[in-house]
C-alpha cells in the first residue's frame, strides 16, 4: 500500500470535493484522512490518500 499527500488551495466551488473524490475513486485510490477548511475566503484541502503503486501514479498524473 503506497500514500500520497495531496494539498489544494482555490475558490470554493460547489462541486469541487465531490469531483475530486471521484477522480481519485476512479484511479483506484483511497482517501486515508482529510482536512478542509476557509483560509482567508479560499477553500484549503489537504488529503492523505492510499492505493496500490499503479493508482498512485494515476492520481499523480
Known sequence: M???????IGQ???KLLKT???AIID???SITD???TI????FTL???LSGSWDAIV???A
Open 20 to 22: 475530486l473524490s471521484k
Open 58 to 60: 494515476k492520481i499523480e
Open 27 to 29: 484511479c483506484g485510490g
Open 46 to 48: 489537504m488529503m492523505l
Open 2 to 8: 503506497q500514500q500520497l499527500v495531496v494539498c489544494a
Open 34 to 36: 482529510s482536512r478542509m
Open 12 to 14: 470554493n466551488e460547489p
Open 39 to 42: 483560509l482567508g475566503g479560499e
